[in-house]
């Protein structure tokens, strides 16, 4: 193989292939200890797979059932999957400006229309992990390191690093990262003479893909490779001269692909109906990444403790390595990087994105100082990055320690020996290991560090919480002769962020059969700026005051006349509240706006459609 850009040093070349069948025995070994790592992150679901969600962010993971669901609609219905109007009635849903992983959901609609939304989120959350660990795998055995033992510790922890597993709590999107080890590999071949065309090809389909998964991820990655390219040149200024122009032609390409297949989504994105520009407020811009976070265990760790975010853990758990790991991480960084140009490349990593993280104030250990931080000096409307959380930076340095610890590993395992393939007399002229029983017993010192240091890290099974199931009025189709084709059923509580998560899962476990109003999403607000969820409407915000105080306020003539306008602007059929925490007063609440209810099956059903 030629060497690309990055490969030119010795130890990033391809590994020499081990004769015999045992390194493919040491990859399925890898695979199946993946696997096991993510049925046991996922424990918990499968316990009541229909009744339990994520007890930190059930919201997030009733809304990424819903995402299974549309997925298997928009293929049943052969309906165009950038937009759905089973959510948010009247105006719709841009699936492409939120967090749809369409990539995801599309092919596998056979397999949700078979085993429903609930089975699908937990059996794909597991998968994605491992995955993404396996993919990590093939990449650090395959282009940096000879110990299959290094390839495994790195792919484990590129997998199920804290960051990663905390992001499981409800967010998918965020380990579905199985194609980025793909993509990192095809940026650093793009120097390659004679593949040009190769190798830009398969890095623009790999980016088109990771486009219908996450943007957010993607991004982080081009810029972790933006500046792993930028160090090598810096260090290898000569040879990356010499490859600067296939790189650069590889390069577009690769664009010019991704391009092709992405323009109408990206186009739709920002411009289609219910597009948006930015958040509101620049929200995310304040979340920085705690120093103290760095060294303290997570808390879905097997070491970790639940009442230490409660002084940190104000902003995501992105980094959260541990003390352990850390001072593993710096000796092994002082170690590797005189002789090692990817240990220089990691270190880079490592510091610019750790210094980027810190967001615009400095915070220690759950209070904000007065130091400015970086992103204090970042403006809140800059394209691409508005939408960015500084402490999801972290996730670039998780990448770069589980990278440091192949690299550490191997460094271990190989002893003297050649990194790369090298003439046959060098190699036997290498002392053998047992010739040198300082080393051997070192190697034993730096083995048990690594592992001490991710023992703690272990991934416990995620908590879950179980949640009632929806009314059997809904799930046994007795609401079919109440909703008419191009009206809407109306949930009591209104799906929002913060309400009505049981109500948003009824629009999921029926397949989106009929469509609610407001909902789990990010569309605009009057001003074009993203918001989370719909405005309320004057109704929504009774029920959810109402819901918040326990008591039902005095309802007055106003209240009844707005409640049969927003009824009309939902374009409402009945109205519909099941067993609830809050059942007895919402009863009493919607009774005094709209009249009496039927019971009908299990639900209490208010029939509006002579009304409105």
């Known amino acids: 193989m030629n060497p690309s850009p990055v490969a030119v040093e010795p130890a990033v070349a391809d590994p020499p292939r081990r004769p015999g069948r045992r390194p493919a025995r040491a990859d399925v070994l890898a695979l199946a200890a993946y696997v096991v790592l993510g ?31 549309h997925g298997a609609y928009s293929v049943r219905h052969l309906e165009n ?18 967090t749809s992983m369409l990539g995801v959901t599309l092919p596998l609609a056979p397999l949700t229309l078979l085993l429903g939304p609930q089975v699908m989120y937990a059996l794909y959350l597991g998968a994605a992990l491992s995955a993404t660990a396996a993919t990590s795998y093939w990449m650090l055995s395959r282009h940096l390191v000879r110990s299959r033992g290094a390839a495994f510790v790195g792919g484990a922890f590129l997998g199920f690093a804290p960051g990663i597993v905390h992001h499981a709590n409800g967010q998918p999107n965020f380990v579905s990262n199985f194609l980025l080890p793909l993509i990192v590999v095809r940026v650093l071949r793009l120097g390659e003479p004679g593949r ?44 990356a001269w010499r490859q600067a122009g296939t790189f650069l032609a590889a390069m577009g390409v690769g664009g010019g692909v991704a391009l092709l297949l992405t323009a109408y989504p990206i186009w739709y994105q920002f411009n289609g109906p219910q597009s948006y520009r930015g958040l509101q407020g620049g929200i995310f811009h304040s979340w920085g990444e705690d ?10 760790t097997v070491a970790g403790d639940e009442a230490v975010e409660k002084t940190i853990g104000l902003t995501e758990q992105n980094s959260w390595f541990g003390w352990p790991l850390v001072l593993v991480a710096l000796v092994a960084l002082v170690l590797l ?36 931080g970086p992103w204090a000096y970042v403006p809140d409307n800059l394209p691409l990055v508005e939408m960015m959380m500084p402490t999801r930076l972290t996730l670039v340095v998780a990448g770069a320690v589980g990278v440091l610890l192949a690299l550490a590993w191997n460094a271990l395992a190989v002893g003297g020996r050649p990194p790369v393939p090298a003439p046959r007399a060098a190699v036997e002229a290498a002392p053998p290991p047992a010739a040198r029983p300082r080393r051997r017993w070192l190697r034993g010192i730096g083995y048990a560090a690594i592992v001490a240091a991710l023992l703690p ?8 919480q179980q949640i009632d199931p929806p009314p059997r009025f809904i799930t046994a189709g007795t609401w079919r002769p109440y909703v008419p084709e191009g009206r809407t059923l109306v949930p009591v509580p209104i799906p929002s962020n913060v309400h009505g998560l049981p109500t948003l899962r009824w629009s999921a476990l029926t397949g989106l059969a009929f469509p609610i109003p407001a909902g789990y999403f990010i569309g605009p607000n009057e001003n074009g700026e993203g918001v989370f969820g719909a405005p309320n409407r004057p109704t929504s ?42 059942e007895g007063v919402l009863r009493q609440l919607m009774t005094a706006l709209l009249g009496p209810p039927q019971r009908v099956d299990d639900v209490w059903l208010w029939d509006v459609r002579d009304r409105v």
């Not at 120093?291 to 879905?300: E, H, I, P, Q, W």
């Not at 990817?342 to 250990?365: E, K, N, S, Y």
């Not at 890290?457 to 879950?464: M, S, V």
């Open 39 to 69: 049925v046991l992150v996922c424990l918990n679901y499968w316990g009541d797979v229909q009744h339990r969600v994520s007890s930190h962010l059930p919201t997030d993971h009733s809304w990424f059932e819903w995402l299974f669901a």
């Open 196 to 239: 040009r065309l190769r190798n830009g090809i398969a890095l623009g389909l790999l980016v088109a893909y990771q486009i219908f998964i996450n943007e957010e991820m993607l991004l982080l990655t081009a810029l972790a490779c933006l500046v792993v390219v930028l160090a090598y040149v810096v260090q290898r200024p000569r040879a």
């Open 291 to 300: 120093l103290m976070a760095f060294v303290t265990f997570a808390r879905d």
């Open 337 to 372: 990087v005189r002789r090692s140009l990817p240990a220089r490349i990691v270190a880079v990593l490592v510091v610019v994105f750790t210094v980027a993280a810190i967001g615009p104030t400095v915070r220690f250990d759950g209070l904000e100082t007065t130091v400015a």
């Open 457 to 464: 890290l272990l991934p416990r099974p995620l908590p879950a």
């Open 81 to 98: 999957p950038l937009f759905t109007a089973r959510q948010n009635a009247p105006y719709g849903v841009n699936m492409m400006a939120n």
């Open 541 to 582: 915000t009774l029920i959810y005051s109402t819901m918040d105080a326990g008591t039902v306020p005095a309802i007055t003539e106003e209240n009844r006349r707005q409640a049969l306008e927003d009824l009309r602007f939902w374009k409402a059929s009945v109205v519909v509240l099941g067993a609830n925490p809050s």
